[in-house]
């Protein structure tokens, strides 16, 4: 009866209601940017624990692991692609069963023991089962145990499974406590993806100090450091929970209805097509909106193929160099990945409080400029992000030879870390217009009743991105090494990283122009109202 009289009384927004599942009317105190802080502040945490493991990972590899460089480098390829290629089946589940705020608890749960299990891999295991050295003087004569390893990565999957629930729902949670009808939280939605971006590499910026502690204290402390964050995460997610908007689920899964509309779409003929019943040709609409998104989804995965060096051969670079402050600290390799995250911080409110107003004027634009322009540009810098890391890494080649350094991978060259700064520098700018970019687009351009489905598809440019790169690596690893010479040798000192690099620079510069025709091509969809989360 209240809730009838709520609905009659005043204006409410569809498909939305509180804690309680009462109604909330239009301009509601509910939600908005209180409810928004919350979940900013779980995908600080979030964050923090997925790169404080994902950072540092291929130390550990090619470290305690023992693997090779190019190995180590492909398994952290795959692991990267699975978590963001699983958000698929989590968005799935989100939307068509259990909803996201339930989907976003589970997978916290799930996260927290994937976590736990990690930590006893790295920390009690190696005690318990000792490695068996052939040479006592030669840690690499000192394998891990089998065990160890199946456990390692039997928790390290557990952890990109648990990811696959909590990346793309907590984002869309978060979109959704503004209702995109009313002007005012259309224009905050709009700045919560910049914001968003911000809190999640401010949370970044910690694994600094969580890779130093994991290369100098122990991994099985720098593990369960984040195992603790998340712990904190789920306990500040659940006392938001009386503040947020919650989105009511479909009586049919969205994924069905959708799903059987774009078998009609593709193949019913037009005339077909004007005979169906009218909400039959709202589905089609919908489905035909979401096979446009697939020509920019294609045109986007070179940038995430530039994305995957940063973790992998960006790190190596960073291993070989001088990273001395002072006489004695020595600043983890990983953490140079902060120089990107830094950068974001930087950036974002810059972009936020000054780019996108002085823009606004010249375009009258809310946004200053559309998502499609601002992905553009992104994907414009990482193209110069690869001719740089190139061009730095030609320099590392000859100081090495310089110094008589080519055959002592092990002795750092004489060449400061800072030279890394600029290809990283250019890393965070990128991702502040194409990474953000790419959320918003995906998130905005979906049907409301798929908004995580959205978002996975966001993060699946990245998994696919991922397998790629690892693919491009073993192929280009294979050929070379039957040619006489690896571009990828364990003696990084012999890699030919600046070829590699440049191949990068040049595929991506052709992916661009690629990309600037369809994005051309793409007309935005209408906004509707929320119909479910």
């Known amino acids: 009866m209240e809730n009838e009289e709520l609905l009659q009384s005043s204006a409410v927004i569809a498909g939305v209601v509180d804690y309680g599942g009462r109604p909330i009317a239009a301009g509601s105190s509910k939600g908005r940017w209180t409810s928004a802080f919350f979940i900013i502040g779980v995908e600080m945490a979030e964050r923090f624990a997925y790169y404080g493991i994902g950072y540092n990972l291929i130390t550990y590899l090619t470290g305690p692991l023992r693997q090779p460089t190019a190995s180590a480098a492909a398994a952290v390829n795959m692991w990267s692609g699975m978590a963001m290629m699983l958000p698929l089946l989590g968005a799935f589940i989100a939307d068509s069963y259990?909803?996201?705020?339930?989907?976003?608890?589970?997978?916290?749960?799930?996260?927290?023991?994937?976590?736990?299990?990690?930590?006893?891999?790295?920390?009690?295991?190696?005690?318990?089962?000792?490695?068996k050295c052939d040479n006592a003087m030669d840690p690499s004569s000192c394998p891990p145990s089998q065990l160890q390893v199946i456990t390692f990565f039997v928790s390290l999957y557990l952890v990109a499974f648990a990811q696959s629930g909590h990346k793309p729902c907590t984002q869309a949670f978060g979109a959704d406590q503004f209702d995109q009808n009313d002007p005012l939280e259309s224009k905050s939605r709009s700045s919560f993806f910049n914001w968003w971006y911000f809190g999640m590499n401010f949370g970044m910026i910690f694994t600094t100090v969580l890779n130093y502690v994991q290369d100098s204290v122990s991994w099985g402390f720098g593990f369960g450091i984040p195992c603790m964050a998340m712990v904190l995460a789920l306990i500040v997610f659940l006392s938001g929970?009386?503040?947020?908007?919650y989105c009511t689920l479909e009586e049919t899964s969205p994924f069905i209805r959708i799903g059987k509309a774009c078998w009609r779409a593709s193949t019913v003929k037009a005339s077909q097509t004007e005979e169906e019943e009218e909400e039959e040709e709202e589905e089609e609409k919908e489905a035909k909106g979401i096979l446009r998104l697939f020509p920019i989804w294609t045109a986007c995965l070179i940038y995430a193929i530039i994305f995957a060096q940063s973790p992998t051969f960006f790190t190596k670079q960073a291993s070989t160099l001088d990273r001395r402050i002072g006489s004695s600290f020595i600043i983890p390799s990983a953490s140079l990945q902060s120089i990107s995250t830094i950068s974001i911080v930087a950036f974002i409110p810059i972009y936020d409080h000054i780019l996108v107003p002085a823009v606004r004027k010249l375009t009258g634009l809310q946004s200053g400029i559309t998502m499609l322009q601002r992905i553009g540009i992104g994907m414009a810098i990482s193209t110069t992000e690869m001719a740089v890391a190139a061009l730095v890494e030609m320099k590392r080649i000859k100081t090495a030879r310089e110094y008589g350094l080519i055959d002592s991978p092990d002795i750092p060259i004489p060449m400061s870390l800072w030279w890394l700064m600029p290809q990283f520098v250019l890393n965070g700018l990128s991702d502040v217009f194409a990474m953000v970019g790419l959320q918003e687009f995906f998130?905005?351009?979906?049907?409301?009743?798929?908004?995580?489905?959205?978002?996975?598809?966001?993060?699946?440019?990245?998994?696919?991105?991922?397998?790629?790169s690892g693919f491009i690596v073993s192929l280009i690893d294979k050929v070379s090494a039957a040619q006489g010479e690896s571009w990828f040798p364990n003696n990084l000192n012999h890699a030919h990283?600046?070829?590699f690099f440049l191949l990068l620079a040049a595929l991506s510069a052709l992916w661009l122009l690629m990309y600037i025709y369809f994005a051309q091509a793409?007309?935005?969809?209408?906004?509707?109202?929320?119909?479910?989360l």
């Open 98 to 131: 259990l909803g996201r705020y339930r989907t976003i608890i589970i997978a916290s749960i799930l996260y927290i023991l994937g976590l736990g299990m990690l930590t006893f891999s790295s920390s009690l295991l190696p005690s318990i089962l000792p490695q």
């Open 522 to 532: 793409y007309a935005y969809r209408k906004k509707g109202c929320c119909t479910m």
């Open 241 to 245: 929970s009386r503040t947020y908007r």
């Open 497 to 499: 990283l600046d070829f």
């Open 443 to 468: 998130y905005d351009q979906m049907p409301d009743s798929l908004r995580s489905l959205g978002l996975a598809l966001y993060l699946s440019i990245f998994g696919v991105g991922s397998f790629i």
